[in-house]
């Protein structure tokens, strides 16, 4: 039986994150992978911030780069933001995942692919000893001192050592158009309880004339697919044309909460597997990168003392909430407050944003990471914006972050 320091579920960006962060240190790292190619299949939009290439330590993945956005209603009303210069980037999504898998690499971390995690017992003692399948139905076991999940939002680490999964899980779905009528430089998102209802719509050019075009919305009877369909005809309708078929298509689920713990005796979880996503936007690859770094500090101090219980490795719930934690209640309290708007509140709360000093704060204050910084200046300087949920609104900013966790979702509002 192999065995080794650590075994990472996961060769996405929060895997390979931490698996750099570990073989680095000098420990003895396997990365698994249940896809037989890493990268493959695409998982998310791949619109990032400069924190993510600065976390890569590389531009090599950059495609193009965003200086501005529009912000479209249900009834197609809109508002648009330009900065000075580039906001966020587009990126080859699969060559971040490549890219990082090899640094992780460099440093002496060994990658497996085709091999699927099944099941782990953790005996009172000793190594957590792991299952799993390769491609051709045989099993392969592997005792490993820590067992690192990031296998995503469907984690099976999380399932086999008992850590509770995110509260939702919004369905996406996404398709590569290879031209595009748009322009290079904005992305387009699309609001409306028909069209994308708990989430939004986007339209994200990908630097080589074609974009991105996708959806996230609540679970529920209706399709991502559908929601999907009805995009794209929002699409042709602001732009006047018909689409071109994809050439790709991108099918995922976003998890949408937070996990109670993301570490437990012999074992931890990163990135989408610990619901290390941004509420508001459902984007989690800066997050999940910063917090494997976290959690590669918190693993190699663990792995040199030979304490991995579940109080030791408890700091690095400490810490990552400590860094991110306050952004995801407010961001989630916010989201609360989106999903109960009809499609004609969302028409005012675009009209609101109009105004030349508010798209000024929006330009100033954006921030694509922590996007609660921009809405709370945002309800600071709109009345019309606070009167949407005038005791909601004004307990928030004026008792601050506390308050988030404790509004009740509340039904959605039909359309109006």
Same mark, same amino acid.
């Given at each position: 039986?192999?065995?080794?320091?650590?075994?990472?579920?996961?060769?996405?960006?929060?895997?390979?994150?931490?698996?750099?962060?570990?073989?680095?240190?000098?420990?003895?790292?396997?990365?698994?992978?249940?896809?037989?190619?890493?990268?493959?299949?695409?998982?998310?939009?791949?619109?990032?911030?400069?924190?993510?290439?600065?976390?890569?330590?590389?531009?090599?993945?950059?495609?193009?780069?965003?200086?501005?956005?529009?912000?479209?209603?249900?009834?197609?009303?809109?508002?648009?933001?330009?900065?000075?210069?580039?906001?966020?980037?587009?990126?080859?999504?699969?060559?971040?995942?490549?890219?990082?898998?090899?640094?992780?690499?460099?440093?002496?971390?060994?990658?497996?692919?085709?091999?699927?995690?099944?099941?782990?017992?953790?005996?009172?003692?000793?190594?957590?000893?792991?299952?799993?399948?390769?491609? @051709? &139905?045989?099993?392969?076991?592997?005792?490993? $001192?820590?067992?690192?999940? +990031?296998? !995503? %939002? #469907?984690?099976?680490?999380? *399932?086999?050592?008992?850590?509770?999964?995110?509260?939702?899980?919004?369905?996406?779905?996404?398709?590569?158009?290879?031209?595009?009528?748009?322009?290079?430089?904005?992305?387009?998102?699309?609001?409306?309880?028909?069209?994308?209802?708990?989430?939004?719509?986007?339209?994200?050019?990908?630097?080589?004339?074609?974009?991105?075009?996708?959806?996230?919305?609540?679970?529920?009877?209706?399709?991502?697919?559908?929601?999907?369909?009805?995009?794209?005809?929002?699409?042709?309708?602001?732009?006047?044309?018909?689409?071109?078929?994809?050439?790709?298509?991108?099918?995922?689920?976003?998890?949408?909460?937070?996990?109670?713990?993301?570490?437990?005796?012999?074992?931890?979880?990163?990135?989408?597997?610990?619901?290390?996503?941004?509420?508001? @936007? &459902?984007?989690?690859?800066?997050?999940?990168? $910063?917090?494997?770094?976290? +959690?590669? !500090? %918190? #693993?190699?101090?663990?792995? *040199?003392?030979?304490?991995?219980?579940?109080?030791?490795?408890?700091?690095?719930?400490?810490?990552?909430?400590?860094?991110?934690?306050?952004?995801?209640?407010?961001?989630?309290?916010?989201?609360?407050?989106?999903?109960?708007?009809?499609?004609?509140?969302?028409?005012?709360?675009?009209?609101?944003?109009?105004?030349?000093?508010?798209?000024?704060?929006?330009?100033?204050?954006?921030?694509?990471?922590?996007?609660?910084?921009?809405?709370?200046?945002?309800?600071?300087?709109?009345?019309?914006?606070?009167?949407?949920?005038?005791?909601?609104?004004?307990?928030?900013?004026?008792?601050?972050?506390?308050?988030?966790?404790?509004?009740?979702?509340?039904?959605?509002?039909?359309?109006?």
């Amino acid at each position: 039986m192999e065995r080794v320091d650590a075994l990472v579920v996961g060769a996405g960006p929060a895997g390979s994150t931490v698996a750099y962060g570990l073989a680095s240190r000098g420990h003895d790292v396997l990365v698994v992978e249940e896809h037989g190619r890493v990268g493959h299949p695409v998982q998310c939009a791949g619109l990032v911030s400069q924190r993510v290439l600065d976390l890569a330590g590389s531009r090599s993945m950059v495609l193009g780069a965003v200086a501005g956005a529009t912000v479209f209603g249900p009834s197609l009303g809109s508002v648009s933001f330009a900065a000075d210069g580039p906001r966020a980037f587009v990126i080859d999504r699969a060559g971040l995942d490549v890219y990082l898998a090899e640094r992780a690499a460099k440093a002496g971390a060994r990658f497996r692919t085709g091999l699927r995690f099944d099941r782990a017992e953790r005996p009172p003692e000793g190594p957590v000893r792991a299952e799993l399948t390769d491609e @051709s &139905g045989r099993r392969v076991e592997i005792e490993a $001192r820590l067992l690192i999940g +990031a296998d !995503g %939002v #469907a984690s099976a680490v999380a *399932r086999a050592v008992r850590l509770r999964r995110p509260v939702e899980v919004l369905p996406a779905f996404e398709a590569e158009i290879p031209r595009s009528p748009g322009d290079a430089g904005q992305v387009e998102v699309y609001l409306g309880n028909e069209l994308a209802p708990g989430l939004f719509g986007w339209w994200i050019p990908d630097g080589a004339g074609g974009a991105r075009v996708g959806v996230a919305a609540s679970a529920g009877p209706v399709s991502a697919r559908t929601y999907y369909e009805r995009l794209s005809h929002q699409v042709e309708r602001r732009f006047g044309v018909r689409l071109p078929g994809p050439t790709a298509l991108l099918v995922s689920g976003i998890p949408i909460g937070t996990v109670p713990h993301t570490s437990t005796d012999r074992a931890l979880l990163v990135g989408d597997a610990a619901a290390q996503v941004k509420p508001l @936007s &459902g984007g989690g690859i800066f997050t999940g990168m $910063r917090c494997a770094e976290i +959690a590669a !500090g %918190v #693993a190699d101090r663990g792995l *040199r003392s030979g304490n991995l219980s579940a109080e030791a490795l408890a700091e690095y719930d400490r810490a990552w909430r400590a860094e991110l934690g306050e952004e995801f209640r407010e961001a989630m309290f916010l989201r609360r407050l989106f999903t109960r708007l009809s499609d004609r509140d969302l028409d005012q709360v675009v009209a609101a944003l109009q105004g030349a000093e508010l798209k000024a704060s929006i330009v100033a204050f954006g921030d694509i990471d922590f996007p609660s910084h921009v809405a709370r200046q945002l309800l600071r300087q709109s009345p019309s914006l606070v009167r949407l949920f005038p005791k909601a609104v004004s307990a928030w900013l004026g008792g601050g972050p506390a308050l988030a966790p404790d509004l009740d979702p509340g039904r959605r509002r039909t359309a109006q």
